[in-house]
């Protein structure tokens, strides 16, 4: 099963994780950015962007060596709700950024907002957890 089935599948966990990864990518690549005009909030995002590393790229769990105490932090957010609240709480943080100063580091905290809900449609659906099978997960084709 491709990219595009996947899409089609209606996961809404699945939207989100995506959402989480075009999150991590803007965490990374905006914090650069705003390192010079908002640094403390530049440096939360990388902290932020690592967690959400290990936790929506399940490729990094096998290959990466963690340890028993972070890998039962990260197995806490196999639950859709769980994943959501933790979603609200970065893009939450993110926000608080613009009381120093407004930066571009608004449009992670829109897409980790965006992601929130996607989870929460997912936990409110009922609909399984599934992970990208490009990112190492085992895709919508086990979700039943």
């Not at 959400?52 to 990094?60: A, D, N, R």
């Not at 890998?71 to 957010?77: P, V």
């Not at 965006?114 to 009922?126: D, E, M, Q, R, S």
Request: charged share 10%.
């Amino acid at each position: 099963m491709g990219i595009l089935e996947e899409f089609k599948s209606r996961n809404f966990s699945l939207y989100a994780q995506w959402l989480g990864v075009v999150s991590l990518a803007l965490l990374i690549a905006l914090g650069v950015i705003t390192l010079g005009s908002n640094p403390i909030f530049a440096i939360i995002g990388w902290i932020i962007a690592f967690i959400l590393f290990f936790v929506e790229v399940p490729l990094c769990t096998k290959f990466c060596p963690t340890s028993p105490n972070f890998d039962g932090f990260i197995a806490r957010f196999e639950n859709s709700y769980f994943r959501g609240i933790m979603y609200l709480v970065f893009s939450v943080v993110m926000f608080l950024s613009t009381l120093i100063k407004t930066t571009s580091l608004v449009a992670p905290a829109v897409t980790l907002l965006l992601t929130f809900i996607c989870y929460g449609i997912a936990g409110f659906k009922n609909q399984p957890h599934a992970s990208t099978k490009i990112l190492g997960g085992t895709g919508v084709d086990n979700v039943v």
